[in-house]
């Protein structure tokens, strides 16, 4: 045991739980221990995953995700070990001696060859999500109780390692569904100082839903979530798809930036931030077509796209921050969406960005915006 506690200190491969997992059930392997199969289960904290399970053999290594939706409603997840130990706290053993109609993958194991079968929860600090690690053999007597008790030691050595992996993965994923990628990276490198902000250049992209107020004071407000998130989920995945990032929701408006970059000049940003733009139109139109024929009402919106230079960073009071842009530009973002509305269009372009793409836009003049001492030339899409 104190060759595999000096090798997971020293040697073993710390970068990816894959590699651990795989280096380590050799190790154990190389130990006289018979392994035939391991399995490690990790349950993560993210919006569309539950978790990785990871299997090894002596021939092969896989990798498995499974849905938030699902899983725990799963007939897999309902059957198998890993729910009995999840609710009886403790370790889980069964001899494949005899077929186990009630454990479906301990029947696949038994005829595939596996003897005997066990599975330890991690001990790790956080309790509240699954976290197990299970062993099979083929040998023809099982495990000793010096077996059983060598592996439930090597994977308590083992289970500190995976839970700073296990811990790390969800900062980073709740700061991606949070915060956005980019934005939750440079949280993540240290960027958490109040008034901390650089300038940058960006394509700024202002929407917001139109009659909510109405849909807000007619409907349940179940119904008002369930369209709320139907149409920020058209608007994330075309915002995504386009290099952009969206910084926050705020009631039915959603603010997101195209920043400029190495490799994305300013028209190149203000081209994406229109594609994005275009193709949330059509995606929308054909969500509201469906909407009728379902007898619902269409969902109007309105769409500002402006680029200049902002402030990017942290704002706000010394013990909750926002991570956002400011400045003029985003000001001026804002007022063109308030014009959209007045002129009842569902895409305005600012001068700026009219400048940057090659496509034809349509001009409606110089409006005057809020204020914004001159008036502004703003263009819409073409239909």
Known sequence: M???AR???NDAPHKSVEKLFAAFCQQIVRSGIPVGRASLGLEVLHPEVSGWQYIWTDEEQSVHVSDRATTSTSHTY???PTRLV???GKSFRRLLDAPCADLPLLEELRLKGMIDYVMYQLPFLDQSRT???SFATDRS???????LNWLQLAANLLSPYLERHVLHRIAVDLLDTHVGPNTGQLIIEGRVDRGAIELIEAAIWFADMRGFTLLSEESPIPEVLAQLNAWFGIIGEVVEAHGG?????MGDSVLAI???SAGRDRAAACRQALSAAQEFCRRNDAENARRISSGMPPVAHGLALHVGEVAYGNIGASRRLDFTVIGPAVNKASRLLQLAKRLNRQVLVSSAVAKEVDQPLLDLGRYRLRDIKQRQRVFTLLQ
């Open 78 to 80: 309902l059957n198998s």
């Open 131 to 133: 976290a197990v690690i």
């Open 141 to 147: 007597t099982g495990y000793d109780l010096a077996s």
């Open 7 to 9: 090798w997971l200190a």
């Open 258 to 260: 195209f920043p400029t």
């Open 245 to 249: 990032e969206i910084l926050k929701f």
């Open 86 to 88: 999840d609710e009886i």
């Open 2 to 4: 104190e060759n595999i």
